[in-house]
């Protein structure tokens, strides 16, 4: 860890003010992952930027019946509110499902939304990595990537995103709010992160000097049915090998609407609106089910160590969606 400055900011604006004024800063909150980064030198800020005391922790209900959360709500206090444990409890078990009960206490939404890749060899100074200096190469390609991507990669990067929560919010259709020096603007959340195409290194369409303040959830009444379902090696403390986040709206037996999202199979949270599309007027049964994983994994390219995700995918895809038509719950 390098030596750097410390500064608690003291409102949004200052801690602009000061993030565009020393370019080298990080802003810190949790530090679930950037204290990480600091001890292997992959970041080596001038200035930590302290916003956690910011009063951005709130969950407020929108006009529209969703709810507006705060880029400081810890993850606990998110998974542990009632209107998401009624309303979305897919994303409450999503965020359940990761890190551990300590993490979750002090990670935020902000923060795990802007996580990086756990890619091994990305952590590991001593292998070249695209994503640390562009054009050193990719060990992972051809190395051990048991645990990497089979959609969307590309020949620099072949990571994943490792967040859970953030697979929830795709399949929600979340909108990250952020603001930076030209003011407020509002991405979709399936927008937010990028696949690692020619420029690996950037992760999201966050601009220098952008700060998340807020995630807005719309209302979706048919969220209430929504599951997530996560296989890893052990059952807690594990990155996911495939999640799905899944919901569906039911007339009687036939599908009005299906929300299908994708987390350890890509850099960025998969989420499938083409099997979607496909599941809209089908009846829900296994069939369909089974056609509906077919179809999510059209594309797949797995690498040498991770074949057995394909499958993986697909069988979990089968089993949300059943469990999701069958009025959700535990997967
Ligand atoms: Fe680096 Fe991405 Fe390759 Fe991992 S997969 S070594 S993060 S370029």
């Known amino acids: 860890m390098n030596n750097f400055s410390y500064v608690l900011a003291a409102s949004v604006a200052d801690a602009l003010q000061q993030v565009v004024a020393a370019p080298e800063s990080r802003l810190i909150a949790g530090g679930t992952n950037l204290v990480d980064r600091l001890k292997v030198f992959l970041d ?12 951005i922790n709130q969950i407020e209900t929108t006009p529209e019946g969703g709810l507006r959360v705060g880029a400081l709500v810890t993850n606990t206090a998110l998974a542990n509110h009632p209107d998401v444990r009624r309303n979305y409890p897919l994303l409450s078990r999503a965020i359940l499902s990761g890190a551990s009960q300590q993490i979750r206490n002090v990670a935020t939404v902000g923060g795990n939304i802007l996580q990086h890749t756990r890619c091994p060899y990305y952590y590991d100074t001593a292998f070249p990595c695209n994503k640390r200096h562009l054009g050193s190469g990719c060990p992972a390609a051809i190395g051990v990537n048991r ?14 995103h490792p967040s859970d929560m953030c697979v929830a919010l795709a399949a929600l259709d979340a909108i990250v709010e952020v603001e930076g020096a030209q003011g407020q603007r509002q991405i979709p959340f399936t927008e937010f992160h990028r696949l690692p195409g020619n420029e690996p290194q950037q992760d999201t369409v966050l601009a ?3 700060l998340i303040t807020a995630v807005i959830l719309p209302p979706l009444a048919f969220a209430q049915s929504g599951v997530y379902l996560k296989l890893r090696d052990r059952t807690s403390y594990s990155f996911a090998l495939i999640s799905v986040a899944a919901a569906l709206d ?5 599908i009005q609407a299906a929300r299908l999202a994708l987390g350890g199979v890509a850099h960025k949270p998969w989420r499938s609106l083409e099997t979607e599309a496909f599941l809209q007027g089908k009846p829900a049964n296994a069939t369909t089910f089974e056609q509906a994983g077919e179809l999510a994994l059209r594309e797949a390219q ?3 160590h991770n074949a057995f995700k394909v499958n993986m995918a697909k069988r979990s895809i089968k ?3 059943t469990i999701a038509a069958q009025g959700g719950g535990v997967a």
């Open 44 to 55: 080596q800020p001038s200035l930590l930027i302290d916003i956690s005391r910011l009063a």
């Open 147 to 160: 645990m990497h991507a089979i959609l969307g990669a590309s020949d620099q990067c072949v990571a994943v």
């Open 208 to 210: 220098p000097g952008e």
């Open 250 to 254: 039911l007339k009687g037996e036939e």
């Open 302 to 304: 797995p690498l040498t």
């Open 319 to 321: 089993r949300a969606l």
